[in-house]
């Protein structure tokens, strides 16, 4: 009896372990995802581009998420469609977001979650760059879904 308590405890305690393991591997990976968007902030917005200087919207969601070994499509219409969609006030950090800018019914603008209503994409808009901006700003009333990465 005393060999199954200790079977147990251990079989518990390994457990533990490996869930602690597992939640700081993905909150390093997801450092690393969001360090390197952020380190394209400024890059040229040029259409059909994937970097790695210049990027349009799906290139650049494309271009970081590959140089993090995980494998999305070309398109932001593809894109959106990897996943469990998720609303907005359930994204988090590193999840894809999808907007539909041109009001027409359909995904064509895809970004990065970051978090605190903010994310960052490749936008062909004033800043026509790289850029950060707020969820609930212009885009709100675009915001289609979220995916979660994971």
């Known amino acids: 009896m005393k060999i199954l ?3 147990f405890f251990i079989l518990a305690l390994v457990s533990t372990l ?3 393991l597992s939640a700081e591997s993905s909150t390093n990976s997801n450092d690393a995802l969001l360090s390197l968007a952020k380190s394209k902030l400024g890059s040229p917005y040029v259409y059909a ?3 790695p200087n210049s990027f349009d919207c799906s290139g ?3 271009y970081v998420f590959n140089k993090n070994n995980i494998q999305v499509p070309r398109t932001s219409i593809a ?3 990897i996943g469990r969609k998720i609303t907005r006030d359930k994204i988090k950090r590193g999840d894809l977001v999808f907007f539909d800018t041109s009001l027409k019914g ?3 603008h895809s970004g990065i979650y970051l978090g605190n209503g903010k994310f960052i994409h490749a936008s062909s808009g004033r800043a026509n760059s ?3 901006s707020n969820i609930d700003g212009w885009y709100k009333d675009k915001f289609k ?3 979660n990465r994971k």
């Open 5 to 7: 308590k200790s079977f």
């Open 18 to 20: 490996f869930e602690y």
């Open 49 to 51: 581009k994937t970097g």
């Open 60 to 62: 650049f969601v494309y």
């Open 79 to 81: 894109q959106s469609k």
């Open 106 to 108: 359909h995904v064509n």
């Open 130 to 132: 790289v850029t950060i």
């Open 145 to 147: 879904w979220g995916i």
